[in-house]
């Protein structure tokens, strides 16, 4: 349907008045001409002259449609000579020919045509016309959406004209007013008063009313049902009130009755031409076809707006806004041009406009989703933040919402990971604090999940608990809930809660029994059985880890803590058997490994187990990386040792003087005596024979 700016109406009646009088008052003034004129006219006559031109002026150029420039000339006229007897009529076609304008362009103020209607009503109180002076300004205020203003002058004009030709229309129009500011009770009590009317249009007309304040208080399904009683009983009504096609329309819209509220704001259009309400009308239809996903329609009517309107005008700005919005792309169509067109500021006038200058508009959130994609995709994350922020105060779309909520807790991770890689977790603890709102509105669990890692760090083993426990009702991958159950186990171990530590892992024992990661949940059982002080279990789990295959970075701890117990509970040739396959798959460094070999060589020399510390110490001395360690000193001292209790007195001195050529007097000391002492017993060894 083609929708044109102008419309066919009929010609109306008070042109063809107009027009007649014309007719008169040129023939008689041409007759007057004729008669009087003389080459030597009076000044008086000459200005008989100019004022009879300037009235042919003005008619002749109302008569050729040449609206504006006629009322230019009626009101010269009407400013010319006011004690004229056509002075009134000038002001008044003067006023409706404004009036008129106002209407069909959006050139002419309201403001204007309001004060050449009062003007007339203050200086021709005696008119014929200055009743519909009255409802005149009334009406030019309600345009100008000075309801107050309109409310007392339709209310004068019913006062002082009760029987007025447009009495039942001031009383609409009245009601309208006042339910624009939300004066329901009074715009009903005016409704009511047009339904006992005794003028069928004007009957309708209250009817219709209480639909318009269902409408206006967001009843859209009372007030559809009202305008659909309506127009059923009588279809023609809204020939004479085209508004009630608007209303039903719109209302329709607003129940997602599409197709139907479309139809009825495409009448509406046709009917009523350039009108106040028609970039209004046009808007609602040009989201109506977004809302479809009709683009190509949708743009239609926003370029027409855009086209129709001014450029600083609120719909003209909105509109621009929605033709730069980009539709989400196909995945077969890929994004790479809405990323591209996303990163580049450039775009981002119409969005701004918006926010600058209808900030309240409902349609601003929608520029602020905009512009914080944009903000987000070009990573200047400040600003996205910021504007994220503003629009979570207002209510918004679930979807859009959720959206603002992953970007700014996106930002949020960035933010706290950066903090925990300084280290400043006192940092982390106080954005966790002051963002509250924002973390709580992020569905993700993993910002809940660093929040409780700086938690940890800072020892507040109950708090960082906490946290871990909400961040299990979040979205997260099975990596990162994995991980999450496992600094929960860490933090009851470490605050003491054994009882909450037990009961978790027993949990964690069944849901993940097939998994690589049984062998964390073993070791975290081990820990917790050495915190019970049941050492035999707490091993009997350490083995366990160590036996299901544990991830490479985990394993030197496993080792470590294996290890440890082993010995500490004095099985001492299983940690030998642990310790050699450590070795060969190479679970621990050198240097611990090392450690470890020297703790078993101890272990058996305070044994008396000589045999087997050789062994040991033997392994450590096979490692290249002693050398550069303080303790080969002692090695060598105590290998020394082991192979003088093993009757390997000449193997022996070598280590022993490599134990005294060493940096540790001490150590030095001792090698010396065992020395000495090894001489002295191969002395005495060859004497005994002699001496029996």
Same mark, same amino acid.
Not at 320 to 332: M, V
């Given at each position: 349907m083609v929708l044109s700016a102008k419309c066919n109406r009929p010609f109306p009646a008070y042109y063809v008045f107009f027009i007649c009088m014309a007719a008169v008052g040129i023939f008689c003034a041409s007759s007057a001409y004729g008669q009087n004129s003389s080459p030597k006219s009076s000044a008086g006559e000459i200005v008989v002259l100019q004022q009879e031109a300037l009235w042919d002026k003005a008619m002749g150029l109302f008569l050729n449609g040449e609206d504006e420039e006629s009322a230019k000339q009626f009101l010269t006229y009407y400013k010319r000579y006011?004690?004229?007897? +056509?002075?009134?009529?000038?002001? &008044?076609?003067?006023? $409706?020919? @404004?009036?008129?304008?106002?209407?069909?362009?959006?050139?002419?103020?309201w403001d204007a045509v309001m004060e050449l209607f009062r003007s007339f009503t203050i200086e021709y109180p005696e008119s014929a016309k200055l009743a519909d002076a009255y409802f005149e300004v009334a009406n030019a205020y309600s345009k100008m959406n000075y309801h107050r203003e309109a409310i007392t002058y339709y209310s004068l004009y019913l006062k002082r004209f009760p029987s007025g030709n447009k009495a039942g229309k001031a009383i609409f129009l009245k009601a309208g007013s006042l339910l624009q500011i939300q004066r329901f009770n009074e715009a009903s009590g005016v409704y009511a008063e047009l339904r006992n009317s005794v003028d069928i249009k004007d009957r309708l007309r209250g009817e219709a009313g209480e639909g318009h304040i269902f409408f206006t208080q967001g009843q859209y399904h009372d007030a559809l049902g009202i305008y659909k009683r309506i127009l059923r009983h009588n279809p023609s009504f809204y020939v004479e009130d085209p508004e009630i096609l608007r209303f039903a329309g719109t209302a329709s819209l607003r129940v997602n009755n599409e197709e139907e509220g479309r139809g009825n704001l495409l009448h509406y259009l046709n009917l009523s031409g350039p009108g106040q309400y028609r970039g209004e009308v046009l808007f609602e239809l040009a989201e109506s076809y977004l809302k479809a996903g009709n683009i190509t329609a949708a743009h239609h009517f926003y370029n027409q707006i855009v086209l129709e309107g001014d450029k600083e005008e609120k719909l003209v700005l909105l509109s621009l806004f929605r033709l730069a919005q980009k539709p989400e792309s196909s995945p077969e169509d890929g994004d790479k041009e809405k990323h591209e067109e996303l990163a580049s500021s450039k775009n981002d006038k119409p969005f701004q406009d918006v926010l600058d200058k209808h900030y309240a508009d409902p349609l601003s959130q929608d520029a602020r989703y905009e512009l914080v994609k944009r903000h987000w995709e070009r990573k200047e994350f400040d600003q996205a933040y910021v504007l994220g922020k503003a629009y979570l105060r207002y209510e918004t779309d679930p979807g859009q919402k959720k959206d603002i909520h992953d970007i700014l807790g996106h930002i949020l991770e960035n933010r706290i990971e950066s903090l925990l890689d300084q280290q400043t977790y006192e940092e982390v603890y106080q954005v966790y604090q002051d963002e509250y709102p924002y973390v709580k509105g992020y569905q993700r669990g993993r910002l809940l999940y660093l929040v409780g890692r700086a938690l940890e760090s800072m020892s507040l083993w109950k708090e960082a608990s906490i946290v871990y426990y909400r961040a299990l009702g979040l979205s997260l991958t099975a990596d990162e809930k994995m991980e999450l159950y496992f600094h929960r186990v860490q933090t009851y171990l470490a605050g003491n809660d054994l009882k909450s530590a037990q009961r978790l892992l027993k949990y964690l024992r069944k849901i993940y029994v097939n998994d690589p990661a049984i062998a964390e949940i073993y070791f975290l059982s081990g820990a917790l059985r050495e915190s019970q002080q049941r050492p035999e279990d707490g091993l009997e789990f350490y083995q366990m880890a160590v036996e299901s295959h544990?991830? #490479? !970075?985990? /394993?030197?701890?496993?080792?470590?803590?294996?290890?440890?117990?082993?010995?500490?509970?004095?099985?001492?040739?299983?940690?030998?058997?642990?310790? =050699?396959? $450590?070795?060969?798959?190479? &679970?621990?460094?050198?240097?611990?490994?090392?450690? &470890?070999?020297?703790?078993?060589?101890?272990? @058996?020399?305070?044994?008396?187990?000589?045999?087997?510390?050789?062994?040991?110490?033997?392994?450590?001395?096979?490692?290249?990386?002693?050398?550069?360690?303080?303790?080969? !000193?002692?090695?060598? *001292? @105590?290998?020394? =040792?082991?192979?003088?209790?093993?009757?390997? +007195?000449? #193997?022996?001195?070598? @280590? *022993?003087?490599?134990?005294?050529?060493? /940096?540790?007097?001490?150590? !030095?000391?001792?090698?010396?005596?065992?020395?000495? !002492?090894?001489?002295?017993?191969?002395?005495?060894?060859?004497?005994?024979?002699?001496?029996?």
């Amino acid at each position: 349907m083609v929708l044109s700016a102008k419309c066919n109406r009929p010609f109306p009646a008070y042109y063809v008045f107009f027009i007649c009088m014309a007719a008169v008052g040129i023939f008689c003034a041409s007759s007057a001409y004729g008669q009087n004129s003389s080459p030597k006219s009076s000044a008086g006559e000459i200005v008989v002259l100019q004022q009879e031109a300037l009235w042919d002026k003005a008619m002749g150029l109302f008569l050729n449609g040449e609206d504006e420039e006629s009322a230019k000339q009626f009101l010269t006229y009407y400013k010319r000579y006011p004690e004229s007897a +056509e002075a009134e009529e000038a002001l &008044w076609r003067g006023a $409706f020919l @404004y009036r008129g304008l106002a209407l069909s362009s959006p050139n002419v103020e309201w403001d204007a045509v309001m004060e050449l209607f009062r003007s007339f009503t203050i200086e021709y109180p005696e008119s014929a016309k200055l009743a519909d002076a009255y409802f005149e300004v009334a009406n030019a205020y309600s345009k100008m959406n000075y309801h107050r203003e309109a409310i007392t002058y339709y209310s004068l004009y019913l006062k002082r004209f009760p029987s007025g030709n447009k009495a039942g229309k001031a009383i609409f129009l009245k009601a309208g007013s006042l339910l624009q500011i939300q004066r329901f009770n009074e715009a009903s009590g005016v409704y009511a008063e047009l339904r006992n009317s005794v003028d069928i249009k004007d009957r309708l007309r209250g009817e219709a009313g209480e639909g318009h304040i269902f409408f206006t208080q967001g009843q859209y399904h009372d007030a559809l049902g009202i305008y659909k009683r309506i127009l059923r009983h009588n279809p023609s009504f809204y020939v004479e009130d085209p508004e009630i096609l608007r209303f039903a329309g719109t209302a329709s819209l607003r129940v997602n009755n599409e197709e139907e509220g479309r139809g009825n704001l495409l009448h509406y259009l046709n009917l009523s031409g350039p009108g106040q309400y028609r970039g209004e009308v046009l808007f609602e239809l040009a989201e109506s076809y977004l809302k479809a996903g009709n683009i190509t329609a949708a743009h239609h009517f926003y370029n027409q707006i855009v086209l129709e309107g001014d450029k600083e005008e609120k719909l003209v700005l909105l509109s621009l806004f929605r033709l730069a919005q980009k539709p989400e792309s196909s995945p077969e169509d890929g994004d790479k041009e809405k990323h591209e067109e996303l990163a580049s500021s450039k775009n981002d006038k119409p969005f701004q406009d918006v926010l600058d200058k209808h900030y309240a508009d409902p349609l601003s959130q929608d520029a602020r989703y905009e512009l914080v994609k944009r903000h987000w995709e070009r990573k200047e994350f400040d600003q996205a933040y910021v504007l994220g922020k503003a629009y979570l105060r207002y209510e918004t779309d679930p979807g859009q919402k959720k959206d603002i909520h992953d970007i700014l807790g996106h930002i949020l991770e960035n933010r706290i990971e950066s903090l925990l890689d300084q280290q400043t977790y006192e940092e982390v603890y106080q954005v966790y604090q002051d963002e509250y709102p924002y973390v709580k509105g992020y569905q993700r669990g993993r910002l809940l999940y660093l929040v409780g890692r700086a938690l940890e760090s800072m020892s507040l083993w109950k708090e960082a608990s906490i946290v871990y426990y909400r961040a299990l009702g979040l979205s997260l991958t099975a990596d990162e809930k994995m991980e999450l159950y496992f600094h929960r186990v860490q933090t009851y171990l470490a605050g003491n809660d054994l009882k909450s530590a037990q009961r978790l892992l027993k949990y964690l024992r069944k849901i993940y029994v097939n998994d690589p990661a049984i062998a964390e949940i073993y070791f975290l059982s081990g820990a917790l059985r050495e915190s019970q002080q049941r050492p035999e279990d707490g091993l009997e789990f350490y083995q366990m880890a160590v036996e299901s295959h544990p991830e #490479e !970075q985990r /394993r030197a701890e496993y080792a470590e803590n294996y290890l440890r117990l082993l010995f500490d509970r004095q099985k001492i040739a299983d940690a030998e058997n642990a310790l =050699d396959r $450590f070795g060969k798959e190479t &679970w621990l460094k050198q240097d611990r490994e090392i450690f &470890w070999y020297i703790h078993l060589g101890d272990t @058996y020399r305070n044994l008396n187990n000589f045999i087997q510390a050789k062994a040991a110490y033997s392994k450590v001395l096979e490692n290249p990386l002693v050398a550069e360690l303080p303790v080969l !000193q002692s090695v060598h *001292l @105590y290998m020394g =040792d082991a192979l003088l209790k093993t009757g390997e +007195e000449k #193997e022996a001195a070598v @280590y *022993l003087e490599k134990a005294i050529n060493g /940096r540790d007097a001490t150590i !030095q000391g001792l090698a010396r005596e065992r020395l000495e !002492q090894a001489k002295i017993d191969k002395s005495l060894a060859e004497l005994e024979p002699v001496l029996r």
